[in-house]
C-alpha cells in the first residue's frame, strides 16, 4: 500500500514539475524575438533542395585536404581528452578534481577556440587545445560515473596491503568499466567530428571552413558535397575507429599534420596584459572605472537573460520532439525497413552540428531566434529521441492491445517518463552552453558579446563573458543533478 502511494505521490510530483517548465517556456516564448525576415524563405529552401540532389565537388585538393584536418583535429583532440580525462576519472572522488573538470568543460570548443587563436594563431595547436579541454572535462565526469557505477564486489574480495594502489585499480576496477568507456569515447569521436567542423566557421581549415563559404556565396550543390562528406565521417566511424586500427590511426594523425601554433612569447605577454581588466590596466579614475562596470554589467545581463530565454524554450521543445520522434526508433511502434529509415533520419539531425543547422536556418528565415530554437530542437531532439527509443526496446509489451495514439499516451509515455527527464536534465547543460556559444552567429545571447569583445580585441572583457557563460553552465548543472536527486533518484 506505502509503495503504491509513493508511486501516485512521485507521479503528481514530475507532473507538476513538467507543468511549471512547460509553463515557464510558454512565458519565455512570447518574450522571444521569432520573427522571420527574409523575403522569400520558401525560393531559398527550394534553391538549397535542388542543391542537396546535385552535390558537386569544385576543388578535389581543397576538399581532401579539409577532410584531412576535420579528422586529424578530432583524433588528436580525442586521443588526448581521453588520456586527460581518464587521469582525473582515476582521482575523481577528490573535490578539486570534480571541480577543474567541471570548469574545463563549462566552456564552449569555440570559445576555446577563440582565445587559442588569440595566442597561438590560426593553426593546429588552437584547434586541438580547443578540443582537448572541454572534452577532457567531459570525458572526466563520464569515465568517473563510469567507475563509480561498477560492482563493487570484485575490489573488496582482494585483501591485501596495496588494495587502493593502481595495480587493485587496473586489476578489480577498470576491467568492468572498460567496455562502456571504450563505447563513450568512441561516441566522443562522433561530437570531435561535429566539433571540428564548427571549428572551421571561425577560420580553422576544416570541412566547416567550406561549408560556411558555399552556404554564403549560395553554392548549395558544393555545401551538399561538404554535408555527405560530414554525414559519410561520422557514420564511417563504427569501421576504422577500432582499437586495433587506432595504433596506425593516432601515430598517422600526428605525422600528417604535426600539432604546432605561431608561437610569439611577445604576443603572448601582450595577450596576458590585455587580459587585466582595463580599469586596472590602465589605472582608470573611478567615475571612469564605474561606467566601465556599469556598460559590462548591461552586456552580462542581456546575453544572460537572452541565453536563458532561448534555453528554456528549446528544452521544452526538446522534450516534445524527443518524445514524439522516439517513437521512429521503438519496437512498441514500427519495425523492419520502417524503423531504419526512422532511426536514420534521428542519426542525421544528430549528426548535423546546431552551429550547422542554426547557419542554414538563418539564411532561409533571417537573423531572430527563430533559427537558434529550430536548430538545438532537432539536434538534442534527435538525440533525446534516438536513446529514449532504443531503450523502449528493454519495455515489455503492453498486455492489452490498443492503437498507436492509446499506446502511445497511456503505455509509452508513462512507462518511459522518468528516463526521458533524465535524459533532458543531462542535456540542460550542454544546451545552455550552446545556446550561449550560437551567439556568435548573430542572435543576442552571451557569444554575441564575446565574439564582439574579441573582435574589437577587447580580450579582458571577453574573459569575463566567457566566465559568466561557463558560470551559467554550472548552474544550470547543479540545478539539474538537484531535480534528478528529488524527483528520478534511480537516475
Same mark, same amino acid.
Given at each position: 500500500?506505502?509503495?503504491?502511494?509513493?508511486?501516485?505521490?512521485?507521479?503528481?510530483?514530475?507532473?507538476?514539475?513538467?507543468?511549471?517548465?512547460?509553463?515557464?517556456?510558454?512565458?519565455?516564448?512570447?518574450?522571444?524575438?521569432?520573427?522571420?525576415?527574409?523575403?522569400?524563405?520558401?525560393?531559398?529552401?527550394?534553391?538549397?533542395?535542388?542543391?542537396?540532389?546535385?552535390?558537386?565537388?569544385?576543388?578535389?585538393?581543397?576538399?581532401?585536404?579539409?577532410?584531412?584536418?576535420? /579528422?586529424?583535429?578530432?583524433?588528436?583532440?580525442?586521443?588526448?581528452?581521453?588520456?586527460?580525462?581518464?587521469?582525473?576519472?582515476?582521482?575523481?572522488?577528490?573535490?578539486?578534481?570534480?571541480?577543474?573538470?567541471? =570548469?574545463?568543460?563549462?566552456?564552449?570548443?569555440?570559445?576555446?577556440?577563440?582565445?587559442?587563436?588569440?595566442?597561438?594563431?590560426? &593553426?593546429?595547436?588552437?584547434?586541438?587545445?580547443?578540443?582537448?579541454?572541454?572534452?577532457?572535462?567531459?570525458?572526466?565526469?563520464?569515465?568517473?560515473?563510469?567507475?563509480?557505477?561498477?560492482?563493487?564486489?570484485?575490489?573488496?574480495?582482494?585483501?591485501?596491503?596495496?588494495?587502493?594502489?593502481?595495480?587493485?585499480?587496473?586489476?578489480?576496477? /577498470?576491467?568492468?568499466?572498460?567496455?562502456?568507456?571504450?563505447?563513450?569515447?568512441?561516441?566522443?569521436?562522433?561530437?570531435?567530428?561535429?566539433?571540428?567542423?564548427?571549428?572551421?566557421?571561425?577560420?580553422?581549415?576544416?570541412?566547416?571552413?567550406?561549408?560556411?563559404?558555399?552556404?554564403?556565396?549560395?553554392?548549395?550543390?558544393?555545401?551538399?558535397?561538404? =554535408?555527405?562528406?560530414?554525414?559519410?565521417?561520422?557514420?564511417?566511424?563504427?569501421?576504422?575507429?577500432?582499437?586495433?586500427?587506432?595504433?596506425?590511426?593516432?601515430?598517422?594523425?600526428?605525422?600528417?599534420?604535426?600539432?604546432?601554433?605561431?608561437?610569439?612569447?611577445?604576443?603572448?605577454?601582450?595577450?596576458?596584459?590585455?587580459?587585466?581588466?582595463?580599469?586596472?590596466?590602465?589605472?582608470?579614475?573611478?567615475?571612469?572605472?564605474?561606467?566601465?562596470?556599469?556598460?559590462?554589467?548591461?552586456? !552580462?545581463?542581456?546575453?544572460?537573460?537572452?541565453?536563458?530565454?532561448?534555453?528554456?524554450?528549446?528544452?521544452?521543445?526538446?522534450?516534445?520532439?524527443?518524445?514524439?520522434?522516439?517513437?521512429?526508433?521503438?519496437?512498441?511502434?514500427?519495425?523492419?525497413?520502417?524503423?531504419?529509415?526512422?532511426?536514420?533520419? =534521428?542519426?542525421?539531425?544528430?549528426?548535423?552540428?546546431?552551429?550547422?543547422?542554426?547557419?542554414?536556418?538563418?539564411?532561409?528565415?533571417?537573423?531572430?531566434?527563430?533559427?537558434?530554437?529550430?536548430?538545438?530542437?532537432?539536434?538534442?531532439?534527435?538525440?533525446?529521441?534516438?536513446?529514449?527509443?532504443?531503450?523502449?526496446?528493454?519495455?515489455?509489451?503492453?498486455?492489452?492491445?490498443?492503437?498507436?495514439?492509446?499506446?502511445?499516451?497511456?503505455?509509452?509515455?508513462?512507462?518511459?517518463?522518468?528516463?526521458?527527464?533524465?535524459?533532458?536534465?543531462?542535456?540542460?547543460?550542454?544546451?545552455?552552453?550552446?545556446?550561449?556559444?550560437?551567439?556568435?552567429?548573430?542572435?543576442?545571447?552571451?557569444?554575441?558579446?564575446?565574439?564582439?569583445?574579441?573582435?574589437?580585441?577587447?580580450?579582458?572583457?571577453?574573459?569575463?563573458?566567457?566566465?559568466? &557563460?561557463?558560470?551559467?553552465?554550472?548552474?544550470?548543472?547543479? !540545478?539539474?543533478?538537484?531535480?534528478?536527486?528529488?524527483?528520478?533518484?534511480?537516475?
Amino acid at each position: 500500500m506505502s509503495t503504491a502511494i509513493g508511486f501516485l505521490t512521485q507521479t503528481r510530483s514530475l507532473r507538476k514539475l513538467t507543468f511549471y517548465f512547460a509553463l515557464l517556456a510558454v512565458a519565455c516564448l512570447a518574450l522571444a524575438d521569432i520573427d522571420i525576415s527574409t523575403g522569400s524563405p520558401g525560393h531559398e529552401l527550394w534553391l538549397m533542395g535542388r542543391g542537396l540532389l546535385t552535390p558537386q565537388v569544385p576543388d578535389w585538393q581543397q576538399w581532401l585536404d579539409a577532410v584531412i584536418y576535420t /579528422l586529424t583535429f578530432s583524433l588528436q583532440g580525442v586521443v588526448l581528452a581521453a588520456a586527460v580525462g581518464f587521469l582525473f576519472a582515476v582521482y575523481y572522488h577528490l573535490t578539486w578534481v570534480r571541480v577543474v573538470a567541471a =570548469l574545463l568543460r563549462s566552456v564552449h570548443e569555440v570559445f576555446w577556440a577563440l582565445i587559442f587563436i588569440q595566442i597561438f594563431g590560426i &593553426s593546429t595547436l588552437a584547434g586541438v587545445l580547443a578540443i582537448v579541454l572541454p572534452f577532457s572535462g567531459t570525458m572526466a565526469k563520464v569515465y568517473g560515473e563510469q567507475l563509480e557505477e561498477i560492482d563493487s564486489r570484485p575490489a573488496r574480495a582482494v585483501h591485501d596491503r596495496a588494495e587502493s594502489g593502481l595495480s587493485h585499480f587496473f586489476y578489480t576496477r /577498470l576491467p568492468l568499466a572498460l567496455h562502456a568507456m571504450r563505447n563513450y569515447t568512441a561516441y566522443r569521436m562522433e561530437c570531435a567530428i561535429r566539433s571540428s567542423v564548427v571549428l572551421g566557421f571561425i577560420g580553422l581549415p576544416t570541412l566547416g571552413f567550406h561549408l560556411e563559404t558555399a552556404l554564403r556565396t549560395g553554392e548549395y550543390s558544393a555545401a551538399s558535397a561538404l =554535408l555527405f562528406t560530414l554525414l559519410a565521417l561520422i557514420y564511417s566511424l563504427r569501421y576504422w575507429f577500432r582499437a586495433r586500427l587506432l595504433w596506425v590511426l593516432v601515430p598517422l594523425a600526428f605525422f600528417v599534420r604535426p600539432v604546432s601554433g605561431d608561437w610569439h612569447s611577445a604576443n603572448f605577454a601582450q595577450f596576458l596584459r590585455d587580459c587585466i581588466p582595463a580599469p586596472l590596466r590602465e589605472d582608470w579614475a573611478l567615475e571612469k572605472s564605474g561606467r566601465w562596470l556599469l556598460w559590462l554589467g548591461e552586456q !552580462i545581463g542581456a546575453g544572460a537573460w537572452n541565453t536563458v530565454l532561448l534555453a528554456q524554450i528549446v528544452l521544452v521543445l526538446t522534450g516534445l520532439f524527443a518524445l514524439l520522434t522516439s517513437t521512429m526508433n521503438s519496437s512498441h511502434f514500427v519495425s523492419g525497413w520502417r524503423r531504419r529509415l526512422g532511426d536514420g533520419f =534521428l542519426l542525421v539531425l544528430r549528426s548535423l552540428p546546431e552551429y550547422l543547422l542554426n547557419f542554414i536556418f538563418l539564411i532561409v528565415l533571417g537573423p531572430s531566434m527563430l533559427p537558434a530554437i529550430l536548430a538545438m530542437t532537432l539536434h538534442n531532439g534527435a538525440i533525446i529521441g534516438h536513446l529514449l527509443g532504443k531503450h523502449s526496446d528493454e519495455v515489455a509489451p503492453a498486455v492489452m492491445e490498443s492503437g498507436p495514439l492509446s499506446r502511445f499516451a497511456y503505455f509509452y509515455v508513462p512507462t518511459l517518463y522518468q528516463r526521458f527527464l533524465a535524459y533532458c536534465f543531462y542535456r540542460w547543460e550542454i544546451i545552455i552552453r550552446e545556446t550561449a556559444m550560437l551567439g556568435v552567429l548573430g542572435i543576442p545571447t552571451l557569444g554575441f558579446y564575446i565574439d564582439s569583445a574579441f573582435e574589437f580585441l577587447r580580450f579582458d572583457v571577453a574573459l569575463i563573458l566567457i566566465a559568466a &557563460s561557463a558560470v551559467l553552465t554550472l548552474c544550470a548543472d547543479s !540545478i539539474a543533478r538537484r531535480l534528478r536527486r528529488q524527483f528520478l533518484p534511480a537516475y
